[in-house]
């Protein structure tokens, strides 16, 4: 087999792999957007344009930067993905301005169930990370074994399965992985189970917790979630989150199957299109309840919720001890608009408090990875400084975009 990164060996997010065997089938792995450019444009020769030579696309997890171009490849090219990551990310294509969802065929995949395409065996195996049922994938083909993780990270909700099932794939020839944490100090991150810890502190001291947080990052809800639970708050999703929440398992906090969970529907969405308001308002409209402003409550909030936080809680004093809790990456801080939306928190005498820990690899987990699969090489994509990988890792190889590597 042979590998070629066509795009990720210089940047976080919108990393693309090229995997091809020596008869010829050849596979993608991931196909993003940049992050600091969601209107990619990308001219691939049979994967976008022109007679297709690529036997499937195969996507990691829902965030934009790993899936969010799949519109621009060819439509008889065929693309794998996990079911709910799909759904996740076209609900988020619906409340995000200028995404598009995926509308074209696609085949589910299973983890733990082997894919054979062409003379390629591919395995999706369940991995830890911020985005819903993300997966890494086993490539196996011309007598080697390749692993691409993905994103991932070991000291979430699925943390304790981490080295079972780099056990269960066992000895691989090429581990190709993310290095998004490099340049940051990232000995070791904080678990979700310290985090609550600390939020069940935070809560005991606020009648009403404000909480900023992606809403596809469902490790985090249900943190807070427990916080919630545990401080005898009313917890309250706003609409974007409730869909996402109310279309997943029910053991997940929703709406629709937890008493203690209402949904905030924004005065904006009641000016979106008829089509919007029937398939996404219509069916959380008997959700919305009046009762946990009554009370003590925890709610989860957007930037975009700003007049109605004043309007509707600030101005009718329904925010008498509240804070609002910060649980995203630190650099998203220095958007302007971010800088204004916590200002005006502070100005309505809202305590500021920081409490995160990353989605992706600490150093820890990254070479626990190199020590139990033990690869004969390792590339680093996802990341800003590649030049650190041997600092970590044994058995690195640096390349560059578009550079082909045999295994």
């Known amino acids: 087999m042979k590998v070629k990164i066509l795009k990720g060996t210089n940047q976080i997010g919108g990393c693309i792999t090229e995997i091809f065997s020596n008869s ?16 990619t444009e990308i001219h691939i020769d049979g994967l976008t344009e022109g007679i297709s030579k690529y036997s499937g696309v195969f996507i990691t997890h829902s965030h ?17 993905i996990e079911k709910e990551s799909k ?17 074209r065929d696609t085949t589910y995949f299973t983890f733990g169930e082997k894919i054979e395409i062409g003379d390629l065996t591919v395995t999706p195996y369940l991995i830890d990370h911020s985005s819903y049922n993300s997966c890494m994938f086993l ?28 056990k269960k794939i066992g000895k691989i020839d090429l581990l190709i992985t993310e290095g998004t944490t490099f340049g ?12 609550l810890e600390e939020a069940n502190l935070i809560f005991e001291q606020y009648h009403q917790v404000l909480l900023l947080q992606s809403s596809t990052n469902i490790d985090r809800l249900v943190t807070f979630y427990k916080a919630s639970n545990h401080t005898k708050k009313y917890f309250v999703e706003d609409l974007f989150t409730a869909t996402i929440t109310s279309n ?12 203690n969970v209402s949904v905030w529907i924004m005065n904006k969405y009641y000016k979106k299109s008829k089509e919007f308001q029937e398939k996404y308002i219509v069916p959380m409209e008997q959700y919305k309840r009046n009762k946990p402003f009554h009370h003590d409550f925890c709610m989860m909030i957007k930037q975009s919720m700003l007049k109605d936080i004043k309007e509707k809680l600030y101005e009718k004093g329904l925010l008498n001890n509240a804070c609002v809790i910060y649980s995203m990456w ?75 590597i045999e295994v």
Do not use: W
């Open 24 to 39: 010829g089938t050849k596979i993608i792995i991931d196909f993003g957007e940049d992050l600091e450019e969601t209107k």
């Open 64 to 80: 934009g930067d790993h899936i969010g171009l799949v519109g621009q490849i060819n439509k008889d090219i065929p693309l794998f």
């Open 87 to 103: 759904k996740i990310y076209n609900i988020s294509c619906d409340f995000i301005k200028d995404s598009i969802p995926i509308t």
């Open 139 to 166: 490539i196996e083909g011309d007598g080697k074994r390749i692993v691409h993780t993905g994103d991932y990270r070991n000291h979430g909700r699925k943390g304790k399965n981490f080295e079972s099932t780099l």
């Open 184 to 195: 940051r100090n990232n000995q070791k991150y904080k678990t979700e189970d310290d985090l």
């Open 248 to 259: 997943l398992k029910d053991t997940i906090p929703s709406p629709e199957t937890h008493f």
């Open 330 to 404: 630190d650099g998203y801080l220095e958007d302007e608009k971010m800088k204004d939306f916590i200002e005006e928190l502070k100005n309505m005498n809202i305590k500021f408090i920081k409490l995160h820990t990353s989605g992706h690899a600490d150093i820890n987990a990254m070479k626990k990875v190199e020590e139990v699969l033990s690869p004969n090489k390792v590339i680093l994509i996802h990341t800003e400084h590649k030049e650190k990988a041997n600092e970590v890792f044994k058995s690195a190889v640096e390349i560059s975009d578009n550079e082909e």
